[in-house]
């Protein structure tokens, strides 16, 4: 195979990659981002969203009354391609949640987004407020609102949260797996 063939396949990948990223996600909510109302105070929302934030690998890089970020270099390739810089090669996933005291609850509004050479003067983020991955955040968000309006405490929602999450992750990687078998037998056909 030719060197102008193997170009032409490699744009041919990497445009369907990046094409396939380009579905968005619709959130159903006031701010159109992913967010939750909870009957609780916004201390126990913020130790919970902690708490799942560090037992999934984030390190916590802000915390103060109306904000916590949590970021965690991401496990993806095209992520380091795309945001990487000749500064800094490995950009990281950031999550900024914001507090609002309403009433006596807590609104809770989060902020995905992937960094290009964070934490320096040359940082830029990129807002990923729509895109699918947003998806598995709203309902993470949704089993710790779940949790705390049954009146459990922030480490116990987050022990819930999960529990839950972990279900579906297993759930789906049997299909994932089926997939994967279905093409190739495909392939050996």
Known sequence: M????RMTIA???ALG??????????????????????????????????GYLVNRGYTITKDTDLQVVGEIVPNNAMAHMF??????GVPKARLTATY??????????VDPAIVTNPGS???????????PDTA????????????????????????????????RRAASQPTQAAQAAGSSQQQAQ
Not at 83 to 88: L, P, Q, T
Request: hydrophobic share 40%; aromatic share 4%.
């Open 11 to 13: 744009g041919a990948v």
């Open 100 to 109: 609002l005291s309403i009433g006596g609850g807590t609104r809770m509004v």
């Open 17 to 50: 990659l990046v094409l396939s990223g380009c579905q968005t996600v619709q959130h159903q909510t006031a701010s159109g981002r992913p967010e939750i109302t909870v009957a609780r105070p916004a201390a126990d929302v913020k130790s919970a969203w902690a």
């Open 121 to 131: 003067a040359f940082e830029r983020v990129t807002p990923l407020n729509n895109h």
């Open 136 to 167: 598995g955040i709203q309902q993470t968000m949704n089993d710790l609102k779940e949790a705390l309006d049954r009146g459990r405490k922030p480490g116990d929602a987050v022990a819930d949260a999960i529990a839950k999450s972990d279900v």
């Open 83 to 88: 945001f990487g810089s000749r500064y800094d």
């Open 2 to 5: 030719g060197q102008t063939m």
